[in-house]
Protein backbone atom coordinates (compact mmCIF):
# COMPACT_ATOMS: atom_id res chain seq x y z
CA UNK A 1 0.00 0.00 0.00
CA UNK A 2 1.14 3.31 -0.76
CA UNK A 3 1.63 5.78 2.18
CA UNK A 4 1.70 9.75 2.37
CA UNK A 5 3.49 11.25 4.48
CA UNK A 6 2.97 14.69 4.53
CA UNK A 7 4.83 15.82 7.95
CA UNK A 8 7.87 13.84 6.91
CA UNK A 9 7.65 15.16 3.86
CA UNK A 10 6.85 18.79 4.09
CA UNK A 11 9.67 19.36 7.45
CA UNK A 12 11.82 16.72 6.35
CA UNK A 13 12.37 15.73 9.58
CA UNK A 14 8.70 14.44 11.14
CA UNK A 15 9.07 17.10 14.05
CA UNK A 16 6.01 18.36 15.31
CA UNK A 17 5.10 21.75 13.65
CA UNK A 18 3.49 24.78 15.74
CA UNK A 19 2.03 27.95 13.73
CA UNK A 20 1.50 32.00 15.11
CA UNK A 21 0.42 35.20 13.57
CA UNK A 22 2.10 38.78 13.61
CA UNK A 23 -1.29 40.56 13.70
CA UNK A 24 0.30 43.55 13.32
CA UNK A 25 0.46 42.69 9.40
CA UNK A 26 -3.07 40.95 9.33
CA UNK A 27 -5.38 42.25 6.96
CA UNK A 28 -8.47 40.53 8.45
CA UNK A 29 -8.97 39.35 4.72
CA UNK A 30 -9.86 36.13 6.23
CA UNK A 31 -7.91 33.42 3.62
CA UNK A 32 -6.90 31.58 6.79
CA UNK A 33 -10.01 31.44 8.70
CA UNK A 34 -11.66 29.68 5.65
CA UNK A 35 -9.12 27.33 4.69
CA UNK A 36 -8.31 26.24 8.59
CA UNK A 37 -11.35 27.64 10.42
CA UNK A 38 -10.40 24.71 13.21
CA UNK A 39 -6.89 26.69 13.48
CA UNK A 40 -7.49 30.27 12.92
CA UNK A 41 -10.79 32.85 13.28
CA UNK A 42 -11.53 36.08 13.28
CA UNK A 43 -11.67 38.13 16.21
CA UNK A 44 -13.88 40.54 17.10
CA UNK A 45 -10.61 43.62 16.43
CA UNK A 46 -10.65 41.96 12.54
CA UNK A 47 -7.53 40.30 13.40
CA UNK A 48 -6.51 36.69 12.91
CA UNK A 49 -5.73 34.67 16.02
CA UNK A 50 -4.91 30.51 16.45
CA UNK A 51 -6.93 28.40 18.00
CA UNK A 52 -6.00 25.79 21.28
CA UNK A 53 -6.32 22.37 20.61
CA UNK A 54 -9.35 23.06 22.62
CA UNK A 55 -10.77 25.39 20.44
CA UNK A 56 -10.39 28.42 22.90
CA UNK A 57 -8.99 31.59 20.78
CA UNK A 58 -5.83 32.57 21.82
CA UNK A 59 -5.87 36.67 22.02
CA UNK A 60 -2.21 37.07 22.77
CA UNK A 61 -0.59 38.83 19.79
CA UNK A 62 2.01 36.13 18.71
CA UNK A 63 0.43 33.18 20.54
CA UNK A 64 1.32 29.93 18.91
CA UNK A 65 -0.46 26.57 18.34
CA UNK A 66 0.15 23.07 17.76
CA UNK A 67 -0.77 22.23 13.96
CA UNK A 68 -2.46 19.27 13.56
CA UNK A 69 -1.28 16.90 11.03
CA UNK A 70 -4.66 16.30 9.35
CA UNK A 71 -4.85 19.88 8.45
CA UNK A 72 -1.01 20.35 7.69
CA UNK A 73 -2.06 21.30 4.08
CA UNK A 74 -4.58 23.88 5.35
CA UNK A 75 -2.33 25.36 7.82
CA UNK A 76 0.45 25.35 4.88
CA UNK A 77 -2.05 26.66 1.84
CA UNK A 78 -3.07 29.43 4.92
CA UNK A 79 0.58 30.46 5.17
CA UNK A 80 1.61 30.33 1.29
CA UNK A 81 -1.84 32.55 0.52
CA UNK A 82 -1.55 35.17 3.37
CA UNK A 83 -1.32 38.46 1.90
CA UNK A 84 0.07 39.94 4.62
CA UNK A 85 2.77 37.41 4.83
CA UNK A 86 2.34 36.85 8.72
CA UNK A 87 1.46 33.14 9.33
CA UNK A 88 4.57 31.74 10.54
CA UNK A 89 4.39 27.51 10.80
CA UNK A 90 7.85 26.56 12.83
CA UNK A 91 9.47 23.08 14.21
CA UNK A 92 8.33 22.94 17.96
CA UNK A 93 11.51 21.50 18.72
CA UNK A 94 14.16 24.18 17.15
CA UNK A 95 11.91 27.19 16.36
CA UNK A 96 12.91 27.09 12.96
CA UNK A 97 10.39 28.20 10.51
CA UNK A 98 9.46 25.94 8.15
CA UNK A 99 6.76 28.07 5.95
CA UNK A 100 6.06 31.26 5.85
CA UNK A 101 8.12 35.01 5.80
CA UNK A 102 11.00 33.99 7.33
CA UNK A 103 11.21 30.11 5.99
CA UNK A 104 14.70 29.75 3.98
S1 LIG B 1 -4.69 35.13 5.74
FE1 LIG B 1 -3.13 36.38 6.77
S2 LIG B 1 -3.75 38.50 6.47
FE2 LIG B 1 -5.53 37.20 6.02
S3 LIG B 1 -6.68 37.10 7.97
FE3 LIG B 1 -5.31 35.33 7.90
S4 LIG B 1 -3.44 36.01 8.97
FE4 LIG B 1 -4.62 37.86 8.44
Given amino acids: MQQEAPAEGATGTGDPLEVW ?3 DLCTGDG ?3 QYAPEVFELD ?4 AYVKSEDDELLQD ?14 V ?10 CIHVRRVSDKVEVYGPDAE
Fill in 21 to 23: IDQ
Fill in 44 to 47: IDGL
Fill in 76 to 85: VDSAKECPGD
Fill in 61 to 74: PGATTRVPLPLLTE
Fill in 31 to 33: ICA
